[in-house]
C-alpha cells in the first residue's frame, strides 16, 4: 500500500476540514446598510464566541497535523490496510470538527455543546493514539533504532490532548472557561521547544517507583 497516497488523502482533508472552520463563520446580516460603527461593533461583538471556538479549533488541528506527518515521516516506514483504516478512522471524527465547533460556538454557555465538542477532541485523539500505538507495535511498519526519547515525548504528546479534553468536559459543570483552556492548553506542549522536558523527568521518576 502507497503511503504517500494515504498522506496526501490526509492532507486533503486536513485542508478541507480547517477551510469549512471560517466558512461557518457569516458575516453580520442587517436589513440597512447604513450601519453606524457602535452597530457593526456590536454586531461583530456578538460573534465572539464562534471565532474563539473556531482559533482554538484551528490551532487543535494544526497541531494533529503535525504530529500525523511526524508519525508518517518518522516512526512509519511502510503501512498496511490495518493502519489505513484507522487512519480513516482518525479523519471521520476530523471531519466533525467544523460541526463540533460551530456549535460551541453557536451555543458557547451550554454544558451539552461543550461536551459533545470534547467528545469529538478526545475521539480524535483516541483513533491518533491507536495510529500511533499500531505503528510503534509492529516492526514491519516502524523505524528502527530510533531514539527512546523521541517514543517517549511522543507518547506524552498523543496522550496529551485526549487527557486533558476529558478534563475540560468534567469542568464544564464548574466553569465554561476552564473547560475552553483545558480544550486548548496541549497545544503549548506542541509549539514550545523544551516544555515537553518537564513532563519527561516526571514520567520516569513515577516509573521508578
Not at 477551510?19 to 463563520?25: F, K, N, V
Not at 483504516?85 to 455543546?113: C, R, T, V, W
Not at 461536551?115 to 480524535?124: D, F, R, T
Not at 507518547?155 to 475552553?180: E, Q
Request: aromatic share 16%.
Amino acid at each position: 500500500m502507497n503511503k504517500t497516497r494515504l498522506e496526501n488523502l490526509s492532507d486533503g482533508v486536513f485542508a478541507i476540514v480547517m477551510t469549512l472552520l471560517i466558512i461557518e463563520i457569516k458575516v453580520p446580516e442587517s436589513h440597512s446598510v447604513h450601519l453606524s460603527n457602535q452597530e457593526l461593533w456590536q454586531a461583530l461583538w456578538d460573534l465572539w464566541p464562534l471565532f474563539r471556538s473556531y482559533v482554538i479549533s484551528f490551532i487543535i488541528l494544526g497541531m494533529y497535523w503535525m504530529s500525523h506527518h511526524a508519525l508518517f515521516h518518522l516512526f512509519a516506514r511502510n503501512i498496511n490496510r490495518v493502519f489505513a483504516n484507522k487512519n480513516n478512522l482518525f479523519l471521520m471524527f476530523l471531519a466533525l470538527i467544523p460541526f463540533s465547533s460551530h456549535l460551541l460556538g453557536q451555543y458557547p454557555d451550554n454544558e451539552l455543546a461543550v461536551i459533545i465538542y470534547g467528545i469529538n477532541i478526545i475521539l480524535l485523539g483516541v483513533t491518533f493514539c491507536l495510529m500511533y500505538f499500531y505503528v510503534i507495535a509492529n516492526k514491519e511498519l516502524v523505524y528502527e533504532d530510533l531514539p527512546k526519547k523521541l517514543y517517549l515525548q511522543a507518547t506524552i504528546r498523543v496522550l496529551l490532548t485526549p487527557s486533558f479534553a476529558l478534563i475540560g468536559i468534567l469542568v464544564c459543570f464548574y466553569n465554561i472557561s476552564l473547560s475552553f483552556f483545558f480544550y486548548a492548553f496541549p497545544v503549548i506542549f506542541n509549539i514550545i521547544p523544551g516544555t515537553l522536558d518537564g513532563l519527561e523527568k516526571i514520567y520516569l521518576k513515577l516509573r521508578k517507583r
